[in-house]
């Protein structure tokens, strides 16, 4: 379980079977522990157009694994990844991803607005390369379906966040709680047949990202709101960078699990 010091509820899954998450970081509601004063002139953007910057950013995140993921299955390169030799590769892509992460968490504050962004668009990338296996296991069908019902849920609990302006600070324990029994038994079916006990988890996951879509959409209101009111425009920008990536995370977990449950109830994978 990996803890980066001051970092948020972002989770991945590249196998299907385990995710790792970071659960530290705090941007706002005033538990930025280190927040500080800025000179930096106060944002002039309004909460709205601040949260559709975050969420346009969130979708460049998607857009970008989408077109790594086709480029690598058209030119036929997934299939060296798969093999013997090409596994090392995605070992390689994972360990980058955790790195990439890493240096996001750590060095927040040092960082420029710039270099946060293209951290977050270099992991998307390099979930890509990850992401791109399922085409070959699991069919188009099974994936497209997979995708549209993964949109709805996702804006479905986004939306209600934003209109009821849920505060779900009370309901974290319980998802990183889950969170844990997923990694627990993500490990577990590496070792053991589960059989029917897996699509129990899928739902479990399925229901624990989608609290998370709800909590990490109140986030945004909650980090506008505590920048503003520091007149820290700077943190402001990167505060909507990790919103992005921990929304885009939340998709992602969503989605793999809604796959793994509609590849189970159909029995259909790719021959």
Request: hydrophobic share 50%; aromatic share 16%; proline share 1%.
């Amino acid at each position: 379980m990996a803890d980066f010091n001051n970092f948020d509820n972002g989770s991945y899954n590249s196998s299907g079977s385990g995710e790792y998450h970071f659960d530290n970081y705090d941007m706002g509601a005033g538990n930025f522990q280190r927040a500080y004063y800025s000179e930096s002139a106060a944002p002039s953007v309004s909460l709205s157009t601040y949260i559709a910057k975050t969420y346009l950013w969130m979708f460049a995140g998607l857009m970008v694994t989408f077109l790594v993921s086709l480029a690598l299955v058209l030119s036929g390169v997934v299939y060296n990844l798969i093999s013997g030799t090409g596994s090392i590769a995605l070992i390689v892509v994972l360990i980058a991803q955790l790195a990439v992460v890493g240096i996001l968490s750590v060095r927040v504050r040092s960082l420029s607005v710039g270099a946060a962004r293209g951290l977050f668009l270099a992991y998307a990338a390099l979930n890509g390369v990850a992401f791109s296996v399922y085409f070959i296991y699991f069919n188009l069908s099974i994936l497209m379906l997979a995708f549209g019902a993964t949109a709805l849920l996702f804006g479905g609990m986004a939306a209600a966040s934003l209109i009821f302006k849920l505060q779900l600070d009370t309901i974290r324990p319980i998802l990183f709680g889950g969170l844990i029994m997923l990694i627990i038994f993500g490990i577990l079916g590496f070792f053991l047949n589960l059989g029917m006990f897996n699509t129990l988890i899928c739902y479990v996951g399925i229901a624990i990202f989608m609290g998370y879509t709800a909590y990490d959409t109140a986030k945004i209101r909650d980090n506008y709101n505590y920048y503003s009111t520091l007149g820290d425009g700077t943190m402001l920008e990167k505060a909507s960078v990790f919103s992005a990536l921990q929304l885009y995370l939340d998709f992602v977990n969503l989605l793999l699990y809604i796959i793994r449950l509609f590849a189970r109830s159909s029995g259909s994978k790719r021959d």
